[in-house]
């Protein structure tokens, strides 16, 4: 029998928002992960320079502001804009204001793709990146930032937030044949917390782990749904890895758990139409 990749040793990180600097926090070498890379750009003041070797990237800014320089040209970034920078590249990433919080998620791809800045205004106004899904006890508002909307090889990233004590990524689902993912938890300020799920089995969970601000779950298979504990949001960045590039890389192709599959995943508003 194949031992489950999900165990809290390779799909659990906590604090991932504590570390000033350029921090890289999972890789394959570091979680149940094949393609997926994530790491923050915190910084109080001042610039970091990189090169992104064979990795597109996608730069999205969780809090502050930042001045970012890739490919040619400059980028002014604040809450929620996001930047796919293609392999090759250097990139610049310099403090404005009172400094600024980047995720940055990668993926090696063996194409090159258009540089793109997506202004998270520009998200908030296309309803097909910008949709509330759900019911009374599970109703979220998903932002696709990094999908159909930009031209990539394999990352995909966005943002979702919880109505108060509600579930999330409900029904549960899996894309584990096409997809990798990680939830990254961003806006729940102490005391918020909440409880995250990720099984190939619901009677035998592998993982069923608290989380807070700055945690990351890795979810390299099975079903992962998540709830916010009373009186705050469950609130995240979703980052996810195509296996193979361009053809696995879609938004909402996903197996519903089946006791739950008679009213489709929820996701049907964010899917690409061909």
């Not at 990795?55 to 502050?64: M, V, W, Y």
């Not at 990668?106 to 908030?124: G, I, M």
């Not at 006890?137 to 990094?146: A, D, G, K």
């Not at 899996?174 to 961003?186: G, K, R, S, T």
Request: hydrophobic share 35%; proline share 7%; with cysteine.
């Amino acid at each position: 029998m194949t031992a489950s990749p999900i165990s809290t040793d390779t799909c659990f990180l906590r604090g991932t928002h504590a570390k000033k600097g350029r921090a890289e926090w999972l890789n394959p070498s570091s979680g149940a992960v094949r393609q997926l890379h994530y790491g923050r750009i915190i910084l109080d003041s001042g610039s970091v320079r990189f090169k992104n070797q064979n990795h597109e990237t996608g730069l999205i800014c969780l809090n502050g502001q930042a001045e970012v320089k890739a490919g040619g040209s400059a980028f002014s970034m604040g809450l929620y804009d996001s930047l796919y920078v293609p392999r090759d590249s250097e990139i610049e990433v310099a403090a404005a204001g009172e400094g600024c919080d980047l995720a940055e998620i990668s993926a090696p791809v063996e194409h090159s793709y258009p540089l793109q800045f997506v202004p998270y205004e520009r998200v908030k106004s296309d309803p097909g990146l910008h949709f509330k899904t759900g019911a009374t006890s599970f109703e979220r508002t998903v932002n696709i930032l990094i999908g159909k909307n930009v031209e990539a090889g394999r990352i995909l990233a966005g943002v979702t937030f919880s109505q108060p004590g509600n579930w999330t990524s409900w029904p549960p689902h899996e894309h584990a044949a096409m997809l990798e993912e990680a939830y990254v938890y961003i806006a729940m300020p102490a005391p918020a917390w909440g409880m995250q799920f990720v099984y190939t089995d619901p009677k035998t969970p592998e993982m069923v782990q608290v989380v807070r601000e700055g945690d990351c779950v890795v979810m390299p298979a099975g079903y992962h749904p998540n709830v916010a504990a009373p009186g705050g949001s469950i609130n995240f960045l979703w980052i996810m890895a195509a296996h193979r590039e361009v053809e696995d890389r879609q938004f909402g192709v996903v197996n519903v758990q089946p006791e739950y599959a008679g009213g489709g995943s929820g996701l049907e508003s964010g899917r690409a139409t061909k």
